[in-house]
């Protein structure tokens, strides 16, 4: 389905697909840019100055203009896609500004509705032959690309998000805090957070949000007079039943028995 607007600013093409398992297969380069959504499923994508990308639901990749290409469907879980084509001097403007070329053509991001219905509302722009509408949202989905590529630069570096990762965690623990949520708050794929706490930390999240709240338990039946019932659900246990098991199983002694233990040691202290 095509569309033209004026010369510095063109939709030229827009559409969906639901691919089925194919071989790879080359893909000549045409004069203007065209970029995807996968909305579901995985598949491959490369240029030939950018290395082969595992592309998975969630992520936006660029065919850049005039830059020979190769994309597929993943054989085990073949993706579907939105596409819109852009042309014109100011199309080409805007994708440079939001940092896409032909060696960075890639943004791995996490599943977003918003998205999606931005691709469809221009795709039933075109459709209608509505100009201002497809126009409209065109220039939306660059807006809200630009919000999206500027939180990901922030957390470009590693380090500092894995440092954000961890101060969002203390400040959640206590809930039903799991690692698709912090995935979606952040907008990253969660292996990508299992890669990080690997590397900074040698274990995984789940371990690592178990043992900060047993940490912080340890610290209530020490300082406060809560019940064990109590201390369980404030530190995002699911049960007294399951913190006291998980307890046992690290600190080798009842909760009770630990709080039992600490208290005669400082009265042991104060003789």
Known sequence: MQNVANDEFQVCEVGYEKCQPTKPFEYASIDYWVLHYCTDGEGYFSTSDSPKYHITQGDLFLIPANC?????????KPWSYRWVGFSGINASKYLKSLGFNSKNCVLQSSVDEKLNTLFELIYLGVKEKNDFSTLRYSYTLFEYLAQKV???????????????????IDEKYMYDLSVNEIAQYYEIDRTYIYRLFRRYKRTTPSKYIQELRLKKACSLLKKSSLTITEISYSTGFSSPSYFSKFFVSKMKMTPLSYRRSFLESADGLRL
């Open 150 to 168: 500027s939180k990901h630069n922030v957390q470009s570096t590693p380090e500092r998000l894995f440092k954000e990762i961890i101060l969002y």
């Open 68 to 76: 020979h290409n190769k994309y597929y469907p993943s054989k085990t």
